[in-house]
């Protein structure tokens, strides 16, 4: 006599020789740990099957019969959109690492170089220019109480 199993996800009856609900196609077996957990998570969030083309061909040249398919119920065809949404991401910020690491790269490059390089005084004309220091000492002693120097500190 074949024994009787009961789904926990529908509560129908099946024959227990069976590893899935024929109703629901739930699995029979509870196999709930943390790596099967992980593993169900990443297989269904970055697989590319069938339901990929059908929904990105579309989205690419008629992204609104996309959506009015899906407000419309007809979901199981397409890649639901926060899945879709989260694989395109994933790619779209690894193609983008690489830009910015070349990037990051050419800027640290031309800060090394110009550490390297070393900046000679002595090729820059500096000339003392009076009317510009005499115009300095006015405005700074104009100031002097607001900046907190004393007539002793600007006779030094």
């Given amino acids: 006599m074949p024994t009787i199993d009961q789904c926990k996800n529908c509560e129908r009856s099946f024959d227990a020789s069976f590893d899935y609900c024929p109703y629901c196609g739930q699995e029979t077996a509870d196999n709930l740990t943390f790596g099967v957990l992980f593993s169900n998570t990443i297989s269904n969030y970055f697989s590319i099957d069938a339901r990929f083309f059908r929904s990105f061909i579309p989205l690419m040249f008629q992204p609104g019969v996309l959506a009015r398919r899906f407000v419309d119920g007809k979901r199981l065809s397409y890649l639901h959109p926060a899945q879709f949404y989260l694989f395109i991401s994933v790619i779209f910020f690894f ?18 170089k ?14 003392p220019d009076s009317i510009k220091i005499a115009q300095a000492q006015k405005v700074i002693k104009q100031n002097q109480i607001a900046i907190g120097l004393s007539d ?3 006779q030094e």
């Fill in 95 to 112: 193609i983008f690492s690489f830009s910015v690491r070349k990037a990051d790269n050419t800027v640290s490059k031309a800060i090394q």
């Fill in 114 to 127: 110009s550490f390297d390089s070393e900046l000679s005084f002595d090729t820059i004309p500096l000339s």
């Fill in 152 to 154: 002793k500190d600007l």
